[in-house]
T-cell receptor, first 117, second 112 residues
């Protein structure tokens, strides 16, 4: 199993350009997530999807859109990139079994390092 | 106030030392707790869950104090390979949140 895969690994954009970050998981997980990580800020949730066909905003959704294409794939789109979106983007998935303690382990992809000039 | 707070460090310790990290969380209704490890320029990976009764995994011991709203991680007999950033993570599912809330991390550097 590859786990969670992300493409591309690195990307440089100019302000105003658009791009889509791809994420796929082969663990048959129900839930998928997009985070961004900035120095000193920790990981912040952008969007998540509890199941195929559903998406919800997280803490920092402005400037992003997402698509849960099927159970395996969850993409993140930047329609008009801005320098403030320079960050490392992580996709994650979890089984989401709704059990009490010690559950909801999230498995992360290797990340996409995005620079917007 | 951040929902999950950690001392950013760095904690510089010699090999073989015992080191402890604490983390505080603001929402008393938080449901489950974790420590994740993140190596430089890599993705976070689950180190261990934190159970109400406390739990141990080899050299690592995690404790939860719900009354004081803090979580701790103790590492005994530190190895060079323990050098990483340790993320305190809280699940606030019962508050309506669907995802985990991450602290900014505590950096550990184990020196020979």
């Amino acid at each position: 199993n590859a786990g969670v895969t992300q493409t591309p690994k690195f990307q440089v954009l100019k302000t105003g350009q658009s791009m889509t970050l791809q994420c796929a998981q082969d663990m048959n997980h129900n839930s998928m997530y997009w985070y961004r990580q900035d120095p000193g800020m920790g990981l912040r949730l952008i969007y998540y999807s509890a199941s195929e066909g559903t998406t919800d905003k997280g803490e920092v959704p402005n400037g992003y859109n997402v698509s849960r294409l099927n159970k395996r794939e969850f993409s993140l789109r930047l329609e008009s990139a801005a320098p403030s979106q320079t960050s490392v983007y992580f996709c994650a998935s979890s089984e989401d079994r709704n059990l009490p303690e010690g559950t909801d382990t999230q498995y992360f992809g290797p990340g996409t390092r995005l620079t917007v000039l | 106030r951040k929902e999950v707070e950690q001392d950013p460090g760095p904690f510089n310790v010699p090999e073989g030392a015992t080191v402890a990290f604490n983390c505080t969380y603001s929402n008393s209704a938080s449901q489950s707790f974790f420590w994740y490890r993140q190596d430089c320029r890599k993705e976070p990976k689950l180190l261990m869950s934190v159970y109400s009764s406390g739990n141990e995994d080899g050299r690592f011991t995690a404790q939860l104090n719900r009354a004081s709203q803090y979580i701790s991680l103790l590492i005994r007999d530190s190895k060079l390979s323990d050098s990483a950033t340790y993320l305190c993570v809280v699940n606030m599912r019962n508050t309506g949140r669907r995802a985990l809330t991450f602290g900014s991390g505590t950096r550990l550097q184990v020196q020979p």
